[in-house]
Nanobody, 115 residues
Framework: QVQLVESGGALVQAGGSLRLSCVAS????????MGWYRQPPGKERELVAQ???????TYADSVKGRFTISRDNGKKTVYLQMNSLRPEDTAVYYC?????????WGQGTQVTVAS
């Protein structure tokens, strides 16, 4: 089993920054992808950013140029640096890890951006 624990969510003013962290633990031997999704109030969960393998990075168009995903393989941690936050970034942010054909989710961390 794999466990994912997110942290870093908070209430922040528009234009501010936050850094989310997700630590993975358990039976980790081959990571296909690791990244972040979010679920705004009343909407479906959507991809924010992910790292495929060790180098290929994908961002949602809505966060390009504002968010940066990075990974520390030694610490089995993935980060999401979020700058220039907007009210529409308000959501529960979930860490996601795919290992072979298994997909794992964290419990989520709330990010609220006040206008």
């Amino acid at each position: 089993q794999v466990q994912l624990v997110e942290s870093g969510g908070a209430l922040v003013q528009a234009g501010g920054s936050l850094r989310l962290s997700c630590v993975a633990s358990g039976s980790i031997f081959f990571i296909n992808t690791m990244g972040w999704y979010r679920q705004p109030p009343g909407k479906e969960r959507e991809l924010v950013a992910q790292i495929l393998g060790s180098a290929t990075i994908t961002y949602a168009d809505s966060v390009k140029g504002r968010f940066t995903i990075s990974r520390d393989n030694g610490k089995k941690t993935v980060y999401l640096q979020m700058n220039s936050l907007r009210p529409e970034d308000t959501a529960v942010y979930y860490c996601n890890l795919q290992q072979l054909d298994q997909i794992y989710w964290g419990q989520g961390t709330q990010v609220t951006v006040a206008s």
